[in-house]
């Protein structure tokens, strides 16, 4: 079992509608999550970070948190041709000395049509 | 005035060759990372430096080398490169609360 797991896509909605992608994470005592946007060709970029049950809001975006299931979402409303990209959740696994290690998934590649 | 900047962005090089690539962030932070993207995209750590110490090793060929000279640089020395070394190497930096910063990426190319 890989330690986080997303499919990997494509994921194609039409313009306006939610998003949404998923992410399951096998190590139960992980603490933070994060939601990276990677355009293609270009570097990752933190959209979300999600620490505690439940879900968090930030402008278009939505992050979720389930620690009893092991699952993270991220939902995008109103969806533009721009959110196209690849959607890579990040865990940090938990213990001490892991020096902020994240393990990532292998990306959600979303594809948004006008 | 980039946050965390990598150079070469390209690198195309033979099998067996020694390269190496830099990179440096303007940020304050303290720790820095290497990270690998194969092709699939999947995205693995490598090394961690925090104020240029070796914080995180991963199971990574002893022909790679990491080297922090001061907390701003982290440089990469591959030796004797191969094949399965071409991907993309992305840099990035931390303010230590697992938010990272990534640099623009080192597309790597082995022939």
Known sequence: QKEVEQNSGPLSVPEGAIASLNCTYSDRGSQSFFWYRQYSGKSPELIMSIYSNGDKEDGRFTAQLNKASQYVSLLIRDSQPSDSATYLCAVNPPGNNQGGKLIFGQGTELSVKP | ?111
């Open chain 2, 1 to 111: 005035d980039t946050a965390v900047s990598q150079t070469p962005k390209y690198l195309v090089t033979q099998m067996g060759n020694d390269k190496s690539i830099k990179c440096e962030q303007n940020l304050g932070h303290d720790t820095m990372y290497w990270y690998k993207q194969d092709s699939k995209k999947f995205l693995k750590i490598m090394f961690s430096y925090n104020n240029k110490e070796l914080i995180i090793n991963e199971t990574v060929p002893n022909r790679f080398s990491p080297k922090s000279p001061d907390k701003a640089h982290l440089n990469l020395h591959i030796n004797s490169l191969e094949l399965g070394d071409s991907a993309v190497y992305f840099c990035a930096s931390s303010p230590g609360s697992y938010i990272q910063y990534f640099g623009a990426g080192t597309r790597l190319s082995v022939l």
